[in-house]
């Protein structure tokens, strides 16, 4: 752990990586390989009634306790009630904002999950500069650590992340044990992804003035950086 003014920290809760599409009063989950989530449907239909036009939100899924502590398994095997923890927005309404400066992506973010009242999307905190109080913190509450990012850093230096895990995170014993036995029960495998360095952003149709022409109209979608 460290301290630095150049950077923000905030809580690493333990779930699955996902990117919420918004787009036509819809929404889609979509996991680090590019996969569509087909559960959670609740949450996904929780997220579409936010007032947007379309959007990205970068976030986590997670099932929490009472006192607010992610719980893994209750998410892995589909028992909790799981919450989408959004931590960065990349688009918003056509707009995109993945080279504007993490500050200003974090406000936007907070601002629109602020004014939805949504219950099951929360607006990930964070703290600026003083990455070793929170650590201790996260150590002495037994959760699984803390995500280092550079304030001013873009969406495109996402691979600058650094995760400063706690050693003594109990949820953690025994999990490659655990991935190894649900690989061997068959098809329904359940695994922890890597992080995409940029995201697909494949379900957001960019507004682009209509020409006339002969030929069929082709939808564009927009692109990673």
Avoid at 104 to 118: E, F, M, P, Y
Avoid at 123 to 144: A, H, M, Q, S, T
Avoid at 150 to 175: D, E, F, M
Avoid at 177 to 186: A, H, P, R, T, V
Wanted: hydrophobic content about 35%; proline content about 6%.
């Amino acid at each position: 752990p460290f301290d630095h003014p150049d950077f923000l920290f905030e809580l690493k809760h333990d779930g699955f990586r996902a990117l919420a599409y918004i787009s036509g009063g819809k929404c889609e989950l979509i996991s680090r390989h590019g996969n569509t989530y087909k559960s959670f449907v609740q949450l996904k239909n929780g997220l579409a009634k936010l007032k947007v036009k379309n959007a990205i939100l970068d976030g986590e899924l997670v099932c929490l306790d009472p006192e607010g502590r992610s719980i893994f398994n209750e998410l892995l095997f589909r028992r909790g009630c799981p919450i989408f923890y959004a931590f960065d927005l990349l688009y918003l309404n056509d707009r995109d904002f993945r080279q504007l400066p993490l500050i200003q992506r974090k406000r936007r973010l907070r601002d629109l999950i602020g004014k939805s009242g949504l219950a099951d999307v929360v607006c990930g905190k964070y703290v600026e500069g003083r990455g070793i109080d929170l650590y201790n913190e996260v150590c002495e509450r037994n959760l699984e650590g803390v995500v280092a990012k550079r304030k001013n850093g873009t969406y495109a230096t996402v691979s600058g992340w650094l995760k400063i895990k706690n050693p003594h995170y109990t949820q953690a014993n025994r999990r490659h044990e655990l991935f190894d036995s649900l690989k061997s029960s068959g098809p329904r495998r359940a695994k922890l992804p890597r992080i995409p360095k940029k995201p697909p952003m494949r379900a957001i149709t960019l507004s682009r003035p209509k020409r006339r022409t002969r030929r069929r109209a082709t939808r564009h979608m927009a692109r990673p950086i």
